[in-house]
């Protein structure tokens, strides 16, 4: 039987890292109007012997189509305390300070992870532009030694791309979004292409643990500006020299622990740099691509909050110093105060990265559930758990995730099981701890658990005391939820035949809604859609009923 597997076609390096550049330029390139004198300790071109290191270690994945670099050393990516950034208004704002406190616990716990299985090494990423819907030029290196714990680096990195494998080379460990089968082929294919520019972009911001640097090739600068010749108002207007010129590359430094953040852009010439300067407040005025994408990122609703932005460069403004330097636009936030002054939106805007990047991820988890479910359909006639597996009174032994397994690429994990014993069996309870990451929730820590469960109650597919086929759903399928996710609290053993059983006066009570007030539903066709919690109590009961006859109104669900 052929199957596929349903992955997205981005990842979220590919959305975090140009979000990140994205923050520290509208953070910075406002107040390029200062033009006070350059200090002794600005970046120059001298490659010092890191630098060096760190362009040779790159540079056999640099691709003729390469236009981002990163380097993330975890052994220096500590955030900063909260009482030490928060200042006594923010302190007492419960809500914010809560927000905050959450996020960084988050952020240390996956960084005390990263550190832990790249063995303190630095980890380095490439990122190319794709030639086709289902092209990953992505890569991740660092070097290899024997505190490297692989299985774990590879699990961590799975957030990047959902499948992924890794080879030795020349003593660097490479992970590539490929099947262990095609990483060997794909490594061989590489054609890697010289840049010189790679060790001075990784001296500018050598002393900073994040580094992003952005090499547009020539001929993507060629391009611009023979398609492009004048900048679109979005971009501020103007001739398109003025980014082909002026960024020859840029490097983005951050050091959360200090609080402080570079910006560089090295450009062709005094003339282009000067140009690049002038050109930059034009690039967050209203209306513009830059700066509406940060009010998104902020979850900023610019129509009915048009001086929430406003306010937070205001508070900024003073705080920061722009100078040029050897054809370079530098842009520095050092100061503490620049920083906090950001608190409120930057909370928003990690909140608000966070949500996009789990939605992303549960989605595309819950096309492939979908899809196993249709193969076991196709093989068994029903949807699990056929009879044979269930109690007198028509009760699973199992869940219906267990059964899928065979479909999802786990059928030795499958094999493992005893289909006749119940979920919490001597035996099968040890199993409970090897839960498949397509079940892993971002929701939930605690392990052997997920919250993606089907509704359960009268007339729904999963309720009954049999197996449900495609005859028996005569609302169609596209008209009948057959998964959800829930709330972290009511998250259960992902072997247990326990599910969402909804109330039926408040259906939507246990669902996790997103900050739209929608939740995450995959229906019986195979779509996944979203739909408002706050839909009338009768809407969500008949969307969950597979054959009540009654008619939905889309419009209200939606």
């Known amino acids: 039987m052929s199957r596929r597997t349903l992955f997205s076609h981005h990842t979220c390096s590919a959305r975090l890292l140009p979000l990140l550049a994205g923050l520290l330029l509208g953070s910075l390139i406002v107040f390029s109007g200062s033009k006070k004198c350059a200090r002794a300790d600005d970046p120059t071109t001298a490659k010092s012997d890191a630098a060096s290191h760190d362009a040779a270690l790159v540079q056999p994945l640099i691709l003729d189509r390469t236009v981002l670099v990163a380097k993330f050393d975890p052994t220096k990516l500590d ?85 992924i494998a890794a080879d030795v080379r020349d003593g660097k460990l490479i992970v590539a979004p490929v099947k262990e089968d095609r990483i060997d082929a794909v490594l061989d294919s590489l054609q890697p292409v010289p840049r010189e520019e790679l060790a001075a972009a990784f ?109 937070w460069l205001a508070g900024v403004r003073p705080l920061v110093e722009i100078r040029r330097q050897d054809a370079r636009v530098v842009l520095r936030l050092e100061e503490q105060g620049a920083v906090t002054a950001a608190l409120p939106l930057l909370a928003r805007a990690i909140g ?110 999963f309720g009954g005391a049999e197996p449900t086929r495609f005859q028996d759903m005569t609302d169609g399928t596209s008209n009948t939820v057959v998964l959800v996710e829930v709330q972290q609290e009511r998250a259960v053993p992902w072997t247990a035949p326990q599910d969402y059983a909804f109330d039926p006066e408040l259906p939507a009570a246990g669902l996790q809604l997103s900050d739209d007030g929608t939740f995450l539903a995959g229906n019986g066709d195979g779509s996944v859609q979203r739909f408002r919690g706050a839909a009338s109590p009768e809407q969500l009961r008949r969307l969950f009923r597979k054959s009540d006859g009654n008619p939905l109104n889309f419009e209200e669900l939606r």
């Open 352 to 461: 608000e990265l966070q949500s996009r990047v789990r939605q992303s991820d549960h989605l595309d988890k819950f096309k492939q559930i979908l899809l196993a479910m249709h193969n076991h359909h196709d093989v068994h006639g029903s949807f699990p758990v056929k009879a044979e597996f269930r109690d007198e009174e028509g009760k699973p032994y199992l869940s219906w995730r267990v059964h899928l397994l065979p479909y999802l690429d786990e059928q030795e994990l499958f094999e493992q099981f005893r289909l006749n014993e119940p979920w919490d069996s001597p035996h099968n309870s040890q199993l409970v701890a090897k839960m498949p990451e397509i079940y892993r929730s971002r929701l939930v820590t605690e392990p052997g658990e997920t919250t993606f469960l089907a509704p359960v109650g009268e007339d729904t597919v």
């Open 203 to 311: 001296e500018s911001v050598s002393s900073y643990p994040i580094q992003l640097l952005v090499l547009p090739p020539d001929y993507l600068r060629r391009t611009i500006e023979e398609l492009v010749p004048r900048l679109p108002e979005e971009w501020g207007g103007g001739p398109s020299e003025i980014f082909t010129e002026g960024v020859r590359w840029a490097a983005v430094g951050v050091d959360p622990a200090e609080l402080r953040a570079m910006v560089v852009c090295q450009s062709s010439s005094e003339d282009a740099a000067e140009r690049l300067r002038n050109h930059l407040p034009e690039l967050l005025k209203p209306g513009t691509l830059l700066r509406k994408g940060l009010e998104a990122a902020f979850g900023i609703d610019a129509a009915s909050e048009p001086e929430a932005f406003d306010a």
């Open 79 to 163: 955030p900063p305390e909260l009482a030490t950034v928060l200042p006594p208004e923010l302190v007492s704002d419960n809500e914010i300070a809560r927000q905050i406190e959450r996020q960084t616990a988050e952020l240390r716990k996956a960084v005390d992870a990263l550190r832990a299985a790249s063995g303190g090494q630095p980890i380095y990423a490439t990122m190319g532009i794709p030639q086709s819907p289902t092209d990953r030029p992505l890569f991740f290196v660092l070097e290899h030694s024997s505190k490297v714990d692989r299985a774990a680096l590879l699990d961590q990195l799975r957030i990047a791309a959902p499948e």
